[in-house]
């Protein structure tokens, strides 16, 4: 082909793009592909147009110790001898979800559906009741030595479950019937006990300043 023969069909294709002085759009290959749907779409169809709604856990459930955090106030010993204080304290321990939603029946209406399938299976399977908030109130009495400062850590025990959804749809939904939603979930373990430390350091300057004069 010769090079007067390319420039030919080059500005055809030009007279086609630029017809009537404005740009014809040419779609791309894909253009008319919608996106797929994310997790949270799907999952907000468990049970609202799906024949199947089923969360499908993977190994073993994994029950660790949580972060360890202060819990209560500081006790600040300003005397020269070795005290023992009281501190009272309360926590909360909430869950986290690869879809960052609560797994409470009364929270999140659009995920009723999900979450009823979530909670059944998960019982089923670990023989165990899954806990979206869980609160432990104590008191401690901590040992403080002359000029320090004492405190209560709590690390909460928590359990951490990874599966499969499998949805099943009764018409076809974005262009497919079934699909497949990777879940992970991590709450508070009910039952199990949450590890609590005391801890000591010596006052800062600042601190004497301030608590002890």
Known sequence: MTRAHHRALWAGALTLMFAGGSL????????????????????AKCDNGTRKCVFHPQGALTITPGKDHRVGDFAYNCTQDDQTSSRAWEDTTGETNTLRVSLREDVEANFLGFIKV????????????WSSSHTETQTTFINVPAQHVGWV???PKMQKVKGTVELIFKDRFEGKRYWYVPFEATGPAEGEPSVKTQRTRPMTAKERSTYCS
Request: aromatic share 8%.
């Open 24 to 43: 014809v759009t040419v779609p791309a290959a894909q253009a008319d592909e919608e996106r797929p749907p994310t997790a949270r779409e799907l999952l």
């Open 118 to 129: 979530f909670r059944a299976s998960f019982e089923q399977s670990y023989t165990r009741t």
């Open 153 to 155: 850590t709590r690390a």
